[in-house]
């Protein structure tokens, strides 16, 4: 009975979350639940907060209010602990270009301490998945912009992490990329691995187990992608007609005295 408790609890846990940056309030009681072992995926148009949310979880940054947990870890009290297991790529993410793929591999093993004795198995493990091996020995300035999605995805990997955070991680990459770092993510999901993400490409989100929309700061709705389009044509659709009336929602209430 413990452990089907144990399992129904959320491996990400945020309650009521606030953000602010000085008068700025960026996130509004924001709460979700990530289940272990599934995609989350964080929608929503360019300044809604996606990213925040990203690096609160990461332990990037601190909440103003509410608090955010790492299975049973509190992400301010417990962010050594939890910095071991996550994989966090964001947006810019700190590729070295003048080194090689293998260098890239090396660096970001000798920073997250791993043994010489593992590094051979990991090193292959990952740039084998990726299907970079071939690779090894070119700059990473001189791969494509796709190629370099997916090292990136393999150096926040090495450490073998329970739960990866992606902020949007295909933008500006080839459609075929796209579909094969998704790919990787199916793959990463049926071995069990936790993965909360942001795309601004709702193909992709369809791909996710559960979507939370959000907007200016705000979490509008969280359900399954079917769910979540309903009867509409698409999920864009959905998701276009949900923020158009929010925002006249809003304009309507500006003129209220």
Not at 151 to 173: K, Q, S
Not at 183 to 204: C, F, H, K, N, P
Request: glycine share 10%; charged share 25%; hydrophobic share 40%.
């Amino acid at each position: 009975m413990a452990d089907s408790v144990q399992d129904a609890r959320p491996y990400v846990d945020a309650r009521s979350v606030y953000l602010s940056f000085g008068r700025v309030q960026a996130l509004k009681d924001i709460s979700f639940g990530v289940q272990r072992g599934t995609i989350f995926g964080l929608v929503g148009s360019d300044g809604a907060g996606k990213s925040s949310v990203l690096r609160l979880v990461a332990g990037m940054i601190r909440p103003s209010a509410g608090k955010i947990f790492i299975g049973s870890l509190d992400s301010v009290t417990g962010r050594r602990k939890i910095k071991r297991l996550i994989g966090y790529m964001p947006q810019r993410f700190g590729l070295y270009p003048d080194l090689t793929v293998g260098e890239n591999m090396d660096f970001f093993m000798d920073t997250f301490g791993i043994v010489r004795a593992e590094r051979k198995r990991r090193k292959e493990k990952y740039l084998g998945f990726s299907n970079l091996l071939p690779f090894l020995d070119r700059q990473a300035g001189n791969l494509s912009g796709g190629m370099k999605q997916k090292l990136g995805l393999a150096c926040v990997l090495v450490h073998e992490p329970e739960l990866l955070i992606l902020d949007e991680p295909t933008n500006g990459v080839d459609p075929v990329s796209r579909r094969e770092f998704w790919d990787m993510l199916g793959q990463m999901r049926s071995e069990g691995m936790t993965i909360l993400v942001a795309t601004a490409y709702l193909d992709e989100a369809k791909k996710c187990d559960r979507l939370a929309l959000m907007h200016a700061g705000n979490l509008l709705e969280q359900n399954e992608p079917a769910r979540m389009q309903g009867d509409y044509p698409s999920l864009e659709t959905a998701v276009v007609d949900r923020i158009r009336q929010v925002d006249e929602g809003l304009a309507d209430d500006s003129f209220e005295y």
